[in-house]
């Protein structure tokens, strides 16, 4: 649908979320229209002085009652369940989507791809793929936004949010915070630079950065001493981290975790609070000591070390 005071309709679930609207939009106007065109048809046939039955009419009240309770109630839980479908589906990003961080702070936004290339307020994507994007903010609550792809997530200090798209159309289409975070609030968006495959597969060779996300964790973990405990040989047993990613954990109060983003952030940053079966708190806290970008970039380092040694690991 190209409706110019509406924004392209550019991923998957652009049309679909549209037609959503448009339905409501329709409904809507035929609900406005069934109480608004009797009501002054009413004001005319009634109208003070004017000669017309008054008498009261005989109706099959109990019929009119029972049609207009139910006939609704389907109506509006079919949209219901119409809406909750779509809502899911934006929901779940696609197990093999191409995975992208999102740093946002006052005023700008940060983006950074697995392959370690980085953007300001620009975000380059291939076109017919699904993208997910994990995004932490560095301050404030802002909000990711883009429009032409229907999507809006929150990004909250403290935790990780996600939200995924597929673009469907090659383009340049706007994004914007859209959560009120202060003077520049209004400053803080960018450009979606929609590619096809190749253009982008040349766009990342072409910045060529010198460390993927992966690499760039690893380091950092070398560098904050995580190695000194985490790994096989260390004199301090800590758990190993090789092949953790995905996996359920045993704790030390008998409950399970899954290790996914939310795990490993907390586990950094909260190390006491979940303790792995076995194992003694010793681990010091990274709170204060760690920005948004290193722990993304930390846990990309765990997760790489997840697919690597999954054989070696059950
Ligand atoms: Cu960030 Cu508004």
Redesign the pocket.
């Known amino acids: 649908m190209n409706f110019p005071i509406f924004p392209a309709a550019a991923s998957t679930t652009a049309v679909a979320t549209d037609r959503l609207y448009f339905f409501l939009l329709a409904f809507s106007a035929c609900i406005i229209a069934l109480i608004f065109v009797p009501l002054i048809f009413f004001l005319f046939k009634y109208r003070r002085g004017k000669v017309t039955s008054r008498d009261e009419p005989h109706l099959p009240t109990m019929k009119i009652e029972i049609a207009w309770t139910v006939i609704p109630v389907f109506l509006v839980t079919g949209m219901f369940a119409w809406a909750a479908e779509i809502f899911f589906e934006e929901e779940v990003p696609p197990a093999n989507a191409l995975e992208i961080n999102v740093v946002?702070k006052q005023?700008m936004w940060k983006l950074q791809h697995s392959e370690g290339n980085r953007e300001i307020n620009e975000l380059h994507v291939p076109v017919n793929r699904a993208v997910k994007l994990t995004l932490a903010s560095e301050d404030v609550i802002?909000s990711f936004f883009i429009p032409a792809f229907r999507i809006k997530q929150d990004v909250v200090p403290g935790r990780f949010t996600t939200e995924w798209f597929q673009p469907t159309r090659l383009g340049v289409y706007r994004f914007y915070?859209s959560?009120?975070?202060g003077a520049d609030?209004s400053k803080?968006a960018g450009n979606v630079f929609v590619l096809s495959p190749p253009a982008y597969a040349a766009w990342l060779a072409h910045d060529s950065p010198h460390e993927t996300l992966a690499r760039a964790g690893e380091n950092l973990f070398r560098e904050l001493g995580c190695s000194g405990c985490h790994v096989g040989s260390a004199a301090i047993h800590a758990p190993s981290l090789s092949g953790l990613y995905g996996k359920l954990v045993p704790l030390s109060d008998g409950t399970f975790v899954r290790a996914d983003d939310k795990y490993l952030r907390d586990s950094i940053l909260q190390p006491a609070a979940q303790i792995v079966a076995g194992y003694q708190p010793l681990m010091p806290t990274y709170t204060g000591h760690i920005s948004e970008e290193e722990l993304l970039h930390l846990i990309a380092y765990i997760k790489s070390i997840g697919q690597d040694a999954t054989a070696q690991n059950p």
Do not use: N, S, V
């Open positions: 946002g005023w802002h915070c959560e009120y975070c609030h803080m």
